[in-house]
């Protein structure tokens, strides 16, 4: 990035004006950022090089009367500089040098944290998706904002959280990551995580706190008058998030709370003054090519070597439906085998999805009440993909309850609803299967759903069997 700033006699300089030529080059070259900063001139001054710019380019005609192109690329580079988004001292803060100087740090920090993730290989398909987050969480406004970023098991939540927080962590007084708050409170209390935070953001070692309203009074009171950044991974409860953040007057002016979430109900709940949200999307089949080569072939964009290793990847990327976690476990799998070990890894894989997914995405499943998991298990064996308005006509028929089931489901991020269609991705299906298997010791004749045509067929074989021999 490059920084020009324009003041009353920059344009007496035939040096700066041969910078300012190579940077707009590089510009246009390498795509390299430019922020102009107008400190006591006019924009239109320096575009259109009037007052002392224009006493400075009298001159420079003279003395360069031979050289006349010479004098044309400056006035052109003077024109197209003014033109691009930089900021004016006279029209921003009312002229006061110290909040223009703070706006300016902010935006380039912004714009160089925001490019980057650009160059991490590890990133595939986060960049756009981290833009838009960008503009919720708007980093130019005063307020206390929170940010919810909602999405499945394994779709990358996490993932675009820790990049952004690289990216901003800078800009606040005081920041703080904390990972996988569902298991950590599980194991060490919300004590713990209350004395992690204000340890962190305070820098002071082993802060004591005896319970959860201690903790929750000495957050507000320690930390009310500072900016700081709190990102809150993997939250599942409410009790959570009014523990560690409670509401916006707990931190200071332009603090931002971000939390990765299944559960958009438990953003919903927690009443602040603003809440803004992020849905991630699982990724384009471009992009989960580019990932699964990432972590089988150990390069980004190294193409397989043979056709046949390409017809194995497709199946293989068509089975991970664009979750990131799978694509990263699946090419991971993969990694360093040969022919004959891809087939049958695939193969595998088409029968039973690996364990580590499953677990992971199973996690959602136990949080559901008794009703809910039944809609889920009966939405993944028979309605996916049905209309909204059969499913819980047939759900209800059997006091389902299937209005709000439909809807924890929806919020936990375990189905979405497109044209008035439940769906459901197909690794969160095959969680489905895997729990049904699991209930009943692989044992059809057990089995609360049936859903493989072999298994029924066997087992309506063997009940007219049963029947032959009773009569």
């Known amino acids: 990035m490059a920084v020009v700033v324009f003041s009353e006699h920059y344009a007496d300089s035939t040096w700066c004006l041969e910078e300012l030529v ?16 107008f400190y006591g001139v006019d924009p239109s001054m320096v575009r ?16 360069f009367e031979k050289e006349g192109e010479k004098v044309k690329k400056w006035r ?17 803060e009312n002229g006061h040098e110290a909040k223009f100087i703070q706006k300016i740090v902010e935006d380039i920090v912004t714009k160089l944290g925001s490019t980057r993730s650009i160059d991490n290989p590890k990133l595939v398909g986060m960049e756009p998706r981290m833009q838009k987050l960008y503009r919720l969480i708007g980093l ?56 992690k935070l204000l340890s962190n953001i305070l820098s002071v070692k082993d802060m004591k706190i005896d319970n959860v309203f201690e903790g929750k009074m000495t957050i507000r009171q320690r930390l009310h008058c500072k900016r700081v950044l709190v990102l809150l991974d993997d939250v599942d409860h409410r009790d959570q998030l009014e523990s560690l953040a409670g509401n916006n007057d707990w931190f200071g002016a332009g603090s931002r709370i971000i939390i990765t979430t299944k559960d958009k109900h438990l953003l919903i709940s927690h009443k602040v003054k603003i809440m803004k949200y992020f849905k991630m999307s699982v990724l384009e089949e471009a992009e989960s090519f580019q990932l699964f080569r990432q972590h089988a072939f150990n390069k980004q964009l190294l193409l397989p070597p043979s056709k046949e290793f390409e017809e194995l990847e497709a199946q293989v990327v068509h089975s991970a439906a664009g979750l990131p976690l799978a694509l990263k476990l699946f090419g991971s799998l993969l990694y360093g085998r040969d022919i004959d070990e891809w087939r049958s890894e695939v193969a595998r894989l088409k029968e039973i999805p690996e364990d580590e997914i499953l677990e992971k995405l199973k996690l959602s499943f136990i949080s559901l009440n008794k009703n809910t998991q039944r809609v889920f298990l009966d939405i993944a064996f028979f309605f996916n993909g049905k209309k909204k308005t059969s499913i819980t006509r047939i759900l209800n028929s ?7 089931g439909i809807k924890v489901l929806r919020e936990k991020s375990l189905i979405t609803i497109s044209e008035g269609r439940v769906l459901m991705h197909q690794l969160i299906q095959e969680m489905g299967c895997s729990i049904v298997r699991q209930e009943a010791s692989d044992d059809p004749k057990r089995y609360s759903r049936l859903w493989l045509p072999q298994d029924i067929s066997r087992l309506l074989a063997g009940s007219e069997v049963r029947k032959q021999q009773i009569t």
């Not at 190579?22 to 900063?37: A, F, N, R, S, T």
């Not at 052109?76 to 921003?92: A, F, M, Q, R, Y």
């Not at 059997?398 to 709000?404: A, E, G, V």
């Open 22 to 37: 190579k940077i707009m080059e590089c510009m246009e070259v390498k795509g390299q950022m430019v922020v102009p900063i």
């Open 48 to 63: 259109k090089q009037k007052g002392k710019y224009g006493e400075a380019f009298e001159g420079h005609e003279k003395r």
């Open 76 to 92: 052109k580079v003077l024109e197209n500089i003014s033109n691009l988004s930089g900021w004016d001292l006279d029209n921003t």
């Open 140 to 195: 130019g406004s005063n307020e206390v904002r929170f940010v919810g970023i909602l999405g499945m098991s394994g779709i990358g939540k996490t993932t675009i959280a820790r990049a952004v927080y690289d990216n901003i962590s800078k800009e606040f007084e005081g920041c703080i990551f904390i990972h996988e708050v569902r298991s950590e409170s599980g194991k060490h209390g919300v004590v713990h995580l209350q004395q």
């Open 398 to 404: 059997f006091d389902f309850h299937s209005y709000i």
